[in-house]
């Protein structure tokens, strides 16, 4: 059964309570007009609630950055998933790579939230990628392979189905760089190849897997026509919705 794309645009620490909906309105716009493509905001915490307004029946999901794995308690600073839902939230990312290498996220930690978003039955992007030294070296698949099975431990076949993962190459984010479709594709077919591993062929081959690194109008069609890669996370070409139209759209024909 073909997997159906799934396009993230992730706002990361820009927008505010004017651009954010009425970026939202344009996104829902070309949601709408893409029907074969799935299509998901990662908003900043403080406009989740004015972005589920401005989208309101769209089929556009309304997603959060981060989260913690407590229901609650002492923790400063945080938001809980029941937080999340109770501003409208269905999808959550864990792992982004700006989590692990800015803040310092541990792969215990990143799997103590993808667990924690699975329990609450949300949708969960899981976001691995390797590091420009780590890429020289030869370590792609190694750093790729590690976060994968470290991300996903203790998570089952049946919950597989409300996860997507996220391959960002670390040094093709925000950078202008971008791996070659022939790159992306192989990294993406090795990530597969390791879902099979840890569970089964038809989850494998069910588990959409996404790319995310500098990608854009221009880049968009031939990296998302590769046979592994199902989508994209979009950085900075979501926060123009005449940018991250044409990456739907272009999500949708492949």
Same mark, same amino acid.
């Given at each position: #059964?073909?997997?159906?794309?799934?396009?993230?645009?992730?706002?990361? #620490?820009?927008?505010?309570?004017?651009?954010?909906?009425?970026?939202?309105?344009? /996104?829902?716009?070309?949601?709408?007009?893409?029907?074969?493509? !799935?299509?998901?905001?990662?908003?900043?915490?403080?406009?989740?609630?004015?972005?589920? *307004?401005?989208?309101?029946?769209?089929?556009?999901?309304?997603?959060?950055?981060?989260?913690?794995? $407590? =229901?609650?308690?002492?923790?400063?600073?945080?938001?809980?998933?029941? #937080?999340?839902? %109770?501003?409208?939230?269905?999808?959550?990312?864990?792992?982004? +790579?700006?989590?692990?290498?800015?803040?310092? !996220?541990?792969?215990?930690?990143?799997?103590?939230?993808?667990?924690?978003?699975? *329990?609450?039955?949300?949708?969960? /992007?899981?976001?691995?990628?390797?590091?420009?030294?780590?890429?020289?070296?030869?370590?792609?698949? @190694?750093?790729? *392979?590690?976060?994968?099975?470290?991300?996903?431990?203790?998570?089952?076949?049946?919950? #597989?189905?409300? @996860?997507?993962?996220?391959? !960002?190459? /670390?040094?093709?984010?925000?950078?202008?760089?971008?791996?070659?479709?022939?790159?992306?594709?192989?990294?993406?077919?090795?990530?597969?190849?390791?879902? $099979? %591993?840890?569970?089964? +062929?038809?989850?494998?081959?069910?588990?959409?897997?996404?790319?995310?690194? +500098?990608?854009?109008?221009?880049?968009?069609? !031939?990296?998302?026509?590769? =046979?592994?890669? &199902?989508?994209?996370?979009?950085?900075?070409?979501?926060?123009?919705?005449? &940018?991250?139209?044409?990456?739907?759209?272009?999500?949708?024909?492949?």
């Amino acid at each position: #059964m073909p997997r159906k794309p799934y396009v993230g645009g992730n706002w990361k #620490m820009n927008t505010d309570r004017v651009t954010g909906p009425a970026l939202a309105r344009e /996104v829902a716009a070309s949601a709408q007009a893409n029907p074969g493509c !799935e299509v998901a905001v990662f908003v900043p915490f403080p406009y989740l609630w004015a972005v589920g *307004e401005a989208i309101g029946s769209a089929p556009v999901a309304l997603g959060a950055q981060d989260c913690y794995f $407590e =229901p609650g308690g002492a923790f400063t600073g945080e938001v809980s998933l029941g #937080m999340l839902q %109770d501003c409208r939230v269905t999808d959550v990312l864990t792992g982004h +790579s700006e989590r692990r290498h800015v803040l310092g !996220e541990t792969d215990e930690l990143i799997n103590r939230k993808t667990l924690a978003v699975l *329990e609450a039955g949300m949708t969960c /992007v899981l976001c691995i990628g390797e590091l420009l030294e780590e890429r020289e070296a030869g370590q792609t698949d @190694v750093v790729n *392979e590690r976060q994968l099975r470290a991300g996903l431990a203790g998570v089952t076949a049946v919950q #597989m189905a409300r @996860v997507v993962i996220a391959y !960002e190459p /670390v040094w093709a984010i925000g950078t202008g760089k971008v791996a070659t479709p022939e790159d992306a594709q192989a990294a993406h077919a090795r990530c597969r190849a390791v879902l $099979e %591993d840890l569970y089964d +062929s038809i989850t494998a081959d069910a588990t959409r897997i996404i790319y995310g690194g +500098s990608l854009k109008p221009a880049n968009a069609a !031939e990296l998302l026509a590769q =046979p592994d890669i &199902d989508g994209g996370l979009v950085g900075g070409a979501s926060l123009k919705g005449a &940018d991250f139209g044409p990456i739907v759209e272009a999500a949708g024909r492949a």
